[in-house]
């Protein structure tokens, strides 16, 4: 069974700029999560979609945003880019619930110049 | 919300020895922990994890104990090699509330 995938691997943006990030979580997973991970702040909540709906949300503003598909398959948005948005955005796919067992996938490095 | 402390931060052992790192959670309702091993240049793997209605779980070299009443749950790798060498996670949640991670642990296997 093929595993998480993100898409790019990595991205160097400019200040102001806006990014998308795609995932394709596991065959079967309809939770999608996404986290930021910084080495200062670990790894942080960004937001949670099941069923093409926003299930549960992080403190991050509202320059970060995301959607699922149909398929599962789930995006998010980062507008008006920042220095600090500099991290790996990672996203992790389970069946349904936040306490099944989640997947990560490989990450996107994003830098913000 | 909940809370999950991880100690240490970097540990060091020898090739062969034994590896115990520690988390504490403040949720009482949290009711499943999972641990992940981070590569360097990868994602998290999942490598093992523990439900609240168990006391202990084990998978070939590796282990996790969980007491609820003094809410704190641990990973245990015994053998230790040189590959078990990584970042190690360990993380809280209930229901469907997000999953919380400790700030992670560097673990260090020194042949």
């Known amino acids: 069974k093929a595993g998480v995938t993100q898409t790019p691997r990595y991205l160097i943006k400019t200040r102001g700029q806006q990014v998308t990030l795609s995932c394709s979580p596991i065959?079967?997973?309809?939770?999608v999560s996404w986290y930021q991970q910084t080495p200062g702040q670990g790894l942080q909540f960004l937001f949670e979609y099941f069923s093409e709906t926003q299930r549960n949300k992080g403190n991050f503003p509202g320059r970060f945003s995301g959607r699922q598909f149909s398929n599962s398959r789930s995006e998010m948005n980062v507008s008006t880019l920042e220095l600090g948005d500099s991290a790996l955005y990672l996203c992790?796919?389970?069946?349904?619930?936040?306490?099944?067992?989640?997947?990560f996938g490989p990450g996107t490095r994003l830098t913000v110049t | 919300g909940e809370n999950v402390e991880q100690h240490p931060s970097t540990l060091s052992v020898q090739e062969g020895d034994s590896a115990v790192i520690k988390c504490t959670y403040s949720?009482?309702?949290?009711?499943?922990f999972p641990w992940y091993k981070q590569e360097l240049g990868k994602g998290p793997q999942l490598i093992i994890d523990?439900?609240?209605?168990?006391g202990e779980k084990k998978d070939q070299r590796i282990a996790v104990t969980l007491n609820k009443t003094a809410k704190h749950f641990s990973l245990h790798i015994t053998e230790t090699q040189p590959e078990d060498s990584a970042v190690y996670f360990c993380?809280?949640?209930?229901?469907?509330?997000?999953?919380?991670f400790g700030k992670g642990t560097r673990l260090s296997v020194i042949a």
């Open positions: 065959s079967g997973h309809r939770s």
């Open positions: 949720d009482s309702a949290s009711n499943y």
């Open positions: 523990i439900r609240s209605n168990v």
């Open positions: 993380a809280a949640v209930w229901g469907n509330t997000p999953l919380v």
């Open positions: 992790a796919s389970s069946l349904d619930r936040q306490d099944d067992e989640q997947y």
